[in-house]
């Protein structure tokens, strides 16, 4: 064994061992230092600042350094944003700077319940600034910007009614009357030619779907769908509304909180049940049950709802079936029942319309106007096509065809579209067969809604 | 109370050096006194202590994870994301397992390379190479059963790919991956089984078959070196013993131990040389995996989803180059090829018996042999390669130094 | 000041001490800080239990005089005038939640008995229930923490409101 040999290997040992050490030591610095620890440093400072008494302050002092989280066993989700975010219970910090800003609004959905990220996406579990909100790779639900967040409410809540998201009702309007159900099927109801729309919401992001409403051939290569005419307000309502569209299901205590018992839900309940069958409203109906007009004069809430739950405990020997109504949709169809004198049911009890009415209904319910333009007056853009380059009107139908053989033509649709040039690419857009998406109840009244649109005194005697 | 545990002191003298060696448990495997050929850096460049230490950084880093880990398929992936967020050192850990994992398939590899370069398979070590192989193999399959894990994108399609691969093989392909997956599908059943093979009975077999392998380091006579110094002897005559030394029954019956006393020059001190060398090695190793697992993060991509598989899907690097050849033809691609390859790496010590050039690499006499070998290898680089850079969306050729067209997806 | 090297192979020179010294110093402490590290990453720093810490609604929601068994946390809520407290309804005999009887509580279990102030009056129990810290939280609910435990005369006062 020489003395050189072992310098030399003293030397290595030196040079390896302060390696590693400064290695570790290195590992250690990057674990130690957190971002969110500064975070927390400064809300703790402003604290300390605030504090109006010693006691305050020492107790300020005291917050420990740690990492904040709601558990959401219910929706499998940990939110972490309160470990930043701190002042969002306080209404002191109203008017902060983020993180420190207090989260108004929060009555409602209290955060040991909802946590932050079933309204604000994001990534829930992360604790940097960036993976935390989301805009990283392999994440694909980044925050909602602010101006989408109406989106979040229609994924528990109709759409239609609540007064605290209006723009995410505006969105469904616009989507139920530019007929894009013609194309997509959305909750189950629709046509197959554009893909189903159930989940685009947690797919697609906000300026992906706006360009796609836009220019749609620009962002879907080979896409038939007609670029959209809408107006900046509804272009945003409807890109929201599609957000909302998430296929998320709410469990348990959510799924109870899933109906607002307002008068509009209480309406829909009522005609979903069919309720008409055996009571009478505005001198319709059905001769089994007891009228219903001034039934809020009669009968008080309380007894309402317990009648909602079980008839036979407050009526015996009746013959109204339970239901098995929520809390909420009793609640529901109470507050409807109080205020049945000032809906005008008639028009909307599709027993109470006739065919052509119903078949209007019909007409809305598949967007036939998606293809048809609005009321079937036609006007949308099919290139190529040899009937004037667009998709034909519907408002000559009863002219040239027989009830019988309109039936069908919407039963086959019409997959072959002649074109105008052959050497030019066929046209986009075709009819798809409707008969296992609609039923024959329903083709009966639209045919007949469809007959009805002729203009006034244009009998072309065809 | 020092002497009870450590029985000898720092040593001072010869006699002191190998009791160091003798009366260790964790040093007794090695021998007292090794060759000094053994020891150049340049001839084993230590691959196979490279090997070793990188299982045990996986084994330590491996046991500290499994405290945060759950291997469900709802679970599993929120572990991830807390250890990386929010355990202290969560993913300084992950990142070294990550690394070591890969580095020891790599460094797996170039093992069996040294070993076939230098002829260190031939006689006595031909099934020492055996259970080398084994141990590749157990390695792969370390690599691929923890690659499951995450149970993210990267993972579900990675084992998706891998284990339809094994799905061709005739007769037995089917069953084999009915046993992996524990059904038909990449599930629960099939995380739950790749974690009770990863965390134990995997490390449990290759663990006894690297003591097995270490064993026999020692009772082939330490590791190869040529011939020329000519102490590597078939048996010795009862009659022509050397009287300086006492045999104990097993060196009686082979005569392949160093033989102490023969060739002092050649000889020296495990303690220092060898284990001081070891000791470096490992600091180095330490340093590497460290180095990595502070300034580059191992992957972890969106949750597995079944109905959205990436274009391409592709297996760990490891196995890309299985995978383009399956590409080809699943049957010869993915199973013939690869069953001949391992076969013969199997049987290579049984079929090339001749003894020349053991200890030297590259020897001239060895050139048909290297040469086959040398081949197939660059054939597997150049396929891996082409599997990692050059196959995009539908297994399609790219070019990498292409950019990929405008993606116009939702993010 | 440097000796040529002297018989005896095992004499270092002072720089060689030196860095011998410092490697095994190095060595040593990487190794040392490892094992920290790895005692530290066992400790969690976040747990996956429900929080200690919980609201219990508003004060106006609380009658005057009322004990009110709140299911989910396993605690009695209780009531008088401005004063507002909270009482565990784990018994310390154990761990069986008490039940509320007309003056005080009563075990199911093994009949343990305690008064209106948690204090054991009859029973296996070996000692009283325990009172849980009752604070204001920031958006005026009562903020309850049960990882503090309070002497029985301690309680919220709340300005005459409600």
């Not at chain 1, 685009?200 to 005419?229: C, D, I, N, Y």
């Not at chain 2, 797996?108 to 398979?121: E, I, K, N």
């Not at chain 2, 006579?221 to 097993?250: A, C, F």
């Not at chain 2, 597995?304 to 760990?316: F, L, R, S, V």
Request: charged residues 20%; aromatic residues 10%.
């Amino acid at each position: 064994m020489n003395r050189s040999s072992m310098v030399r290997f003293y030397g290595w040992f030196t040079l390896l061992g302060l390696l590693v050490g400064g290695l570790v030591v290195l590992g250690y610095y990057k674990d130690e230092y957190r971002e969110w620890k500064d975070y927390q440093r400064q809300f703790v400072q402003e604290e300390v600042r605030r504090a109006a008494t010693p006691q305050q302050k020492a107790v300020a002092e005291s917050t420990p350094i740690e990492i904040r989280q709601i558990l959401l066993p219910d929706l499998n989700r940990v939110d972490r944003c309160t470990t930043c975010h701190l002042g969002v219970e306080d209404p002191s910090y109203g008017g902060y700077p983020q993180p420190l800003a207090y989260h108004p609004l929060h009555e409602q959905h209290p955060f040991e319940k909802f946590g932050c990220t079933v309204c604000h996406r994001g990534q829930g579990r992360a604790t940097t600034v960036a993976d935390a909100h989301g805009d990283v790779a392999h994440w694909d639900q980044p925050m909602l910007p602010l101006q989408y967040i109406q989106a979040s409410c229609g994924q528990c809540h109709e759409a239609a009614e609540n007064p605290a998201a209006p723009e995410l009702a505006r969105g469904q309007q616009v989507f139920e009357t530019s007929g894009c159900r013609g194309c997509h099927k959305l909750d189950g109801v629709g046509g197959n030619i554009g893909p189903e729309l159930d989940k685009v919401g947690a797919r697609r992001a906000p300026e992906w779907l706006k360009k796609h409403f836009l220019t749609p051939a620009a962002v879907t290569p080979g896409s038939a769908m007609p670029p959209q005419k809408l107006s900046e307000t509804n272009l945003e309502a409807i890109v929201l509304f599609m957000l909302s569209q998430t296929g998320e299901s709410a469990p348990g205590y959510y799924a109870s909180m899933k109906v607002l018992p307002s008068v509009d839900q209480g309406q829909r309940l009522f005609q979903q049940k069919g309720c008409i069958g055996c009571h009478t409203v505005g001198g319709q109906g059905g001769k089994v049950g007891p009228v219903l007009d001034d039934v809020g004069l009669r009968r008080s809430p309380e007894w309402m709802m317990l009648h909602f739950r079980d008839p036979q405990s407050v009526t015996p020997g009746s013959v109204m079936p339970k239901f098995g109504f929520t809390d909420t949709e009793a609640r529901a169809l109470t507050e409807f029942l109080l205020h049945i004198r000032e809906r005008n049911l008639a028009s909307t009890l599709p027993s109470l319309m006739n065919s052509a009415e119903r078949g209007r209904g019909v007409f809305r319910k598949y967007g036939c106007a998606g293809c048809h333009g609005p009321d079937g007056k036609g006007g949308v853009p099919n290139p190529n096509a040899k009937t004037a380059e667009q998709v034909p009107g519907l408002i000559y139908v009863a002219d040239g065809y027989t009830k019988d053989e309109l039936k069908k033509r919407i039963f086959n649709g019409q997959r072959e579209i002649t074109p105008l040039d052959p050497k030019r690419p066929p046209p986009p857009l075709y009819m798809p067969p409707w008969r296992s998406l609609i039923n024959d109840a329903e083709v009966d009244d639209l045919t007949a809604y469809l007959f009805s649109l002729l203009p006034k005194g244009e009998n072309t005697g065809f | 109370m020092g002497r009870s545990i450590f029985r000898v002191g720092l040593p001072q003298s010869n006699l002191e050096r190998s009791q160091a060696m003798t009366s260790s448990f964790l040093l007794h495997i090695q021998p007292a006194k090794v060759h000094k050929h053994s020891l150049k850096a340049g001839y084993s460049l230590g691959l196979g202590l490279i090997s070793l230490y990188l299982f045990f950084i996986l084994i330590g880093t491996g046991v500290l994870l499994m405290f945060y880990y759950v291997p469900s398929t709802d679970r599993a992936y929120n572990t991830m994301k807390d250890l990386q967020f929010v355990v202290s050192a969560g993913l300084i850990l992950r990142n070294m397992h990550r690394w070591a994992a890969h580095l020891m398939v790599l460094f797996v590899m170039l093992h069996l390379c040294r070993v076939f370069y230098t002829g260190a398979y031939k006689r006595p070590r031909e099934f020492n190479w055996v259970i080398g192989v084994g141990l590749f193999l157990m390695t792969l399959g370390l690599s691929f059963t923890g690659y499951l894990l995450p149970w993210d994108q990267l993972a579900f399609w990675a084992i998706t790919v891998g284990t339809s691969i094994a799905g061709y093989a005739p007769i037995i392909g089917p069953k084999v991956k009915y046993l992996l997956l524990g059904g038909n599908i990449v599930g629960q059943e099939s995380l739950t089984r790749f974690y009770a093979l990863h965390v134990i009975v995997l490390p449990t077999l290759t663990l006894m078959m690297v003591a097995v392998h270490l064993w026999r380091v020692r009772k082939d006579g330490g590791l190869s070196r040529p011939d020329e110094s000519g102490d590597v002897v078939e048996q010795i005559p009862l009659g022509q013993l050397p009287t300086n030394k006492s045999y104990g029954l097993m060196e009686l019956a082979r005569g392949t131990t160093p033989q102490v006393g023969k060739n002092p020059e050649d000889e020296v001190f495990s303690w220092p040389h060898l284990v001081f060398r070891e000791i470096l090695l490992f600091l180095l190793v330490a340093a590497v995996v460290l180095f990595l697992a502070i300034f580059w993060n191992a992957p972890l991509e969106e949750y597995a989803n079944p109905i959205h598989p990436p274009n391409p899907a592709k297996a760990p690097w490891y196995f890309l180059g299985l995978q383009e050849f399956v590409s080809y033809s699943a049957f010869w691609g993915g199973v013939v090829i690869p069953g001949l390859l391992v076969t013969a790496l199997l049987l290579l010590p049984y079929l090339d018996r001749n003894r020349a050039g053991v200890g030297r690499w590259f020897a001239r006499e060895r050139m048909v042999a290297n040469s086959i070998f040398t081949l197939c290898l660059l054939a597997a680089i150049v396929f891996t390669i082409i599997g990692t850079f050059f196959r995009g969306p539908n297994w399609g050729w790219v070019e990498p130094w292409r950019r990929p067209p405008a993606i116009t997806e939702g993010h | 000041m440097n000796h040529s090297p002297a018989q005896d192979p095992n004499d270092v020179s002072r720089r060689g001490f030196l860095q011998l010294t410092l490697g095994w110093l190095a060595g040593t402490f990487a190794i040392a800080a490892s094992a920290a590290g790895a005692v530290r990453f066992l400790v969690p720093n976040v747990l996956f239990e429900p929080s200690q810490l919980f609201k219990a609604g508003k004060a106006e929601d609380y009658p005057d005089g009322s004990v009110t068994f709140l299911e989910a946390e396993r605690v009695f809520l209780v009531r008088q005038g401005n004063t507002y407290r909270c009482l565990s309804a784990i018994c310390t005999h154990l761990g069986c939640t008490v039940d509320r009887a007309d003056h005080g509580y009563h075990c199911p279990c093994h009949g343990s008995v305690f008064d209106d102030q948690g204090s054991v009056k009859g029973g296996p129990a070996p000692r009283g229930l325990a009172w849980f810290q009752v604070a204001l939280s920031k958006d005026n609910r009562l903020l309850v923490d049960k990882s503090r435990t309070v002497p029985a005369d301690k309680y919220l006062v709340l300005p005459t409101k409600v």
